[in-house]
């Protein structure tokens, strides 16, 4: 019987950690990046309040006509962009958004320029589409894009760029002058930019310039409630891109979810309008976490690279000259702390390992204390018997 090829999907190293990290007891969690605290209490009761009151059917595949009305409002207020109502598609998740802009505009053979180091998740869309991911690179220790470099990738294939500011793995915010350069780059080899904004409000210095304040004409914006909202579980997100081009984004919405959970477009929608408070509270966690992190691995010389965004650091463990996976394989086995290997973002990150601000202060005292140790002796580690 045919069986499509979907043994061949690259994997998540974060996922190969974190599926053993759950067999195992006592393990101090740093590798994924999920808020440890709950959705503001608002919001909850809002679902139980559209769920009691018959809100149970389905919408629109464009989303809730009052949840759009005020996405308009917060992408003007937070992104600075004029969006209408039919240039923005309610969407199950971030990662459903990402999938349906690879839908809504790329064609099986098309190259799509992806970040390295970038989140991992993309390329599992991207390979089940049967598009070509062309990794540029965006180096240490800024981890902007290198625009000469990009200029080299460029094929007669090539259709879009998918940036990620802050982004996952390192958090940083380029300045003005480069994202200009590379709405100019996509502008001159006529691309869309595919910009992930899903931890567009975890912001620690500057705020981002989004792509589609220069060029909306040529950009779709990715957005999730998972981040910001402590929402990860509930699978809420949302698209924006230029009419007409939104309207093709809204006929595969169709033909792949339908509609989103009506109750959960009326939590969406309570978040939107009681977030504020939450939303600063949390972040004032993550940055007393990024500065807790900082100070530990000072105090024992390991170089870190802190993200301007986002809530990700990214430890250097070129000490150990070890690839990466096997020294996450090991740290885990032998200190039972669970960190992301920086291999699994790309080359760019190869020397080092992801930890997450979003776990409790506790917790990431404890794991990175543990780690510092590991890297400050320079441990050598017996055969891993795990991975
Ligand atoms: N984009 C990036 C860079 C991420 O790190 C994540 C989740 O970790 C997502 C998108 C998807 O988030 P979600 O599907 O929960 O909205």
Redesign the pocket.
Known sequence: MYWAQSDNLPTSGIREILDIALQMPDVIRLET??PNFPPDRAVIDAFHQAARSGHNRYTSSWGHPQLREALIDKIQRINHVQRAANEIVVTP??????LLAFLGILQPGDELLVPNP??P??LGGVYALHIQPISYPMPAPEFWPDLGQLQTLVTSKTRAIVV?FP??PAGSIPPVKVIEELVAFARKHDLWIIS?E??DQIVFTDQVLSPAQIAPERTIS?Y????TYAM?GW???YVTAPWPYSESLYRVAMGLWSSVSEPLQYAGLAALNTGGEGIQARLEHYRRRRQLAWELLQSYDIPCHLPDG?FYVLVDISSMQMHSRDFALKLLEHEHVAVAPGSTFGTETRNFVRISLASSEEDLSRGLTALAQVLATGYKFSTTTLG
Do not use: H, I, M, Q
Not at 93 to 98: I, R, W
């Open positions: 990046g999920e998740g971030g990662s459903p958004g990402l970038g989140w998740d993309y990620n982004g996952n992930d899903v931890y990715v999730s409630f998972s981040k990860t699978r809420l997100g986002a």
